[in-house]
C-alpha cells in the first residue's frame, strides 16, 4: 500500500512539474507562441469565422492576433504580454450556403515558456595570451601584461514549438576591473550571430560561443603588488528572448560565469 503512495506521489509531482514548465503547444501557448488551428469544414465553400475571447467569453482578446480569420487553417500568435495561467477560448463558426451554421471552441490556458538560457565560461582560469613585454625607461622596467582570450559559451535550453522559435537574443554585459579593455576589438562569435553592443541577436537555436579580447592597458613596475595584473572578468547574460519575444523562464539561474586570470605571482628580484 504504502508503495502505490509512494508512486502515486511521485506521478503527481512529475506532472505538477511538466505544468510549471510544460511544452508551448496550442491548449498551453507560451506568451509570444504562435500556433496553428485549423478545422475540418463540412463543405469547403462554406464561411468560416475565428474568435479569441478572453477568460468571461464575451470580451473579444485584443492580445491574440489571428492570422487568418475566415479559413479552415489559421495561425494565432499570443502577445508576449499575456500572463500566465490566464484562459482564453478560441471560438470558430462555419456558416453553409443555406445560412445555417456550427460553432465549436477550444478552451486555451497560457503556460510559462520553456525557454531557457544558460551561460558558462569555458574555463575558470586563462592565461595571458603571451609573455610579458619589458620595456627600460630611465633605467627602470616597465611591464605590459597584454591581451586574454576568454571564452563563454550561451546556451538555450528545450525549444518552443518550431513554428514559433527560430533564434533568440539576449543583452550580453562583460564585467572587467579598471584599466581592463574589451571594446576595442569586438567580441566574436561562433555560430551566426550579431552584437550591437548590447544585445546579441542568434539566427538559429544553436549555442553560441563568445570570444572576449581583454586588453591590460595598466602599467606596472617593481613596485606594483606581485599579483597586480590578475583580474576576473565576468560575463552576464540578461533579457532572454526568442527571436518572436518569448522570455526566458529561468533570467535568475545560470546567467552569470567568470574567468580569472593570472600568471604566476612572482616577487621582484632580490639580491646581497
Not at 445560412?99 to 525557454?115: A, H, W, Y
Not at 528545450?158 to 571594446?183: E, H, I, R
Request: with cysteine; proline share 4%; charged share 10%.
Amino acid at each position: 500500500m504504502k508503495k502505490l503512495v509512494f508512486l502515486f506521489v511521485a506521478v503527481l509531482l512529475t506532472a505538477m512539474s511538466a505544468n510549471v514548465y510544460a511544452q508551448s503547444t496550442g491548449t498551453t501557448p507560451a506568451p509570444g507562441a504562435t500556433h496553428s488551428y485549423f478545422i475540418t469544414p463540412g463543405n469547403a465553400t462554406n464561411g468560416i469565422q475565428w474568435t479569441v475571447f478572453e477568460a468571461d467569453f464575451a470580451t473579444i482578446a485584443t492580445d491574440a492576433t489571428i492570422d487568418s480569420p475566415t479559413t479552415a487553417t489559421t495561425d494565432i500568435t499570443w502577445a508576449s504580454t499575456v500572463a500566465v495561467g490566464d484562459w482564453y477560448y478560441v471560438q470558430v463558426v462555419e456558416t453553409d450556403g443555406d445560412g445555417c451554421s456550427n460553432t465549436k471552441v477550444l478552451p486555451v490556458q497560457i503556460t510559462e515558456s520553456d525557454f531557457t538560457l544558460t551561460l558558462a565560461a569555458a574555463s575558470p582560469t586563462a592565461c595571458y595570451d603571451n609573455a610579458v613585454s619589458v620595456s627600460i625607461v630611465s633605467n627602470a622596467p616597465n611591464y605590459d601584461h597584454g591581451t586574454a582570450t576568454i571564452e563563454f559559451t550561451v546556451t538555450p535550453g528545450v525549444a518552443l514549438a518550431t513554428s514559433s522559435y527560430t533564434g533568440y537574443v539576449f543583452d550580453l554585459a562583460l564585467t572587467v576591473p579598471g584599466g581592463f579593455d574589451y571594446t576595442t576589438t569586438p567580441p566574436t562569435f561562433s555560430t551566426n550571430a550579431s552584437w550591437d553592443g548590447t544585445t546579441v541577436t542568434v539566427t538559429d537555436n544553436a549555442a553560441v560561443t563568445i570570444s572576449f579580447k581583454v586588453d591590460n592597458t595598466n602599467s606596472y613596475n617593481n613596485a606594483s603588488n606581485a599579483n597586480a595584473q590578475d583580474f576576473t572578468a565576468t560575463a552576464t547574460v540578461t533579457n532572454g528572448e526568442t527571436i518572436n519575444g518569448v522570455s526566458e523562464n529561468d533570467s535568475d539561474n545560470d546567467n552569470t560565469d567568470a574567468t580569472d586570470v593570472s600568471r604566476p605571482n612572482t616577487s621582484g628580484i632580490g639580491t646581497n
